[in-house]
């Protein structure tokens, strides 16, 4: 919010906000930031169904976006470390199982509901001796291609790729 904005020779110049209006805008936004805090239900429009042709059965199952400590909690869990004894016994990424990696974003994007009734069902898991639900993702979708296009989607609902670098440095400048 700039208080004067000049066109000086075709260039803008803005005077810096004061203490007193920064404080009245943090405090105009404060209540609507608290909504946004505390309603879950915000969050719940931004899920996508994905539709998958497994052999000559379609079936369909809802995504939505990941938080930033669930994409690291899937990196985690499939990516082998070692010790490293130059930097003092440093734990450095040695590999990482991308096909893991990419059926463990899709596992824990799918809507629970959805999660419950595909990749965790017991039925589907005698029949192709799975044993995690991670299991049951690789069975229903093996093409690595359908896969990295379903973890693009799960990457746009969360958010990567929203806005190119000039519209985040003016996001932030705001």
């Known amino acids: 919010m700039a208080k004067n904005v000049e066109n000086v020779e075709n260039t803008e110049y803005q005077e810096p906000i004061t203490k007193e209006e920064m404080q009245d805008e943090i405090a105009i936004n404060e209540s609507a930031i608290l909504r946004a ?52 016994g440093m734990r450095l990424p040695e590999s990482t199982n991308t096909t893991g990696y990419h059926s463990d974003l899709i596992y824990t994007a799918t809507v629970d509901e959805d999660k419950a009734k595909l990749w965790d069902n017991q039925k589907f898991w005698s029949a192709v001796n799975a044993v995690t ?19 693009e989607r799960i990457e746009m609902l969360s958010g990567y790729g929203d806005e190119s670098e000039a519209d985040y440095e003016e996001a932030v400048k705001n």
């Open 133 to 151: 639900g991670t299991d049951m993702v690789d069975k229903l979708i093996p093409y690595a291609g359908k896969k990295q296009q379903v973890v």
């Open 37 to 88: 805090l505390t309603d879950q239900s915000q969050h719940d429009d931004r899920v996508e169904t994905i539709e998958v042709l497994f052999g000559k059965t379609r079936f369909r199952f809802r995504i939505r976006p990941l938080s930033e400590k669930e994409w690291d909690k899937c990196r985690e869990r499939n990516t082998k470390y070692q010790k490293n004894r130059r930097l003092g």
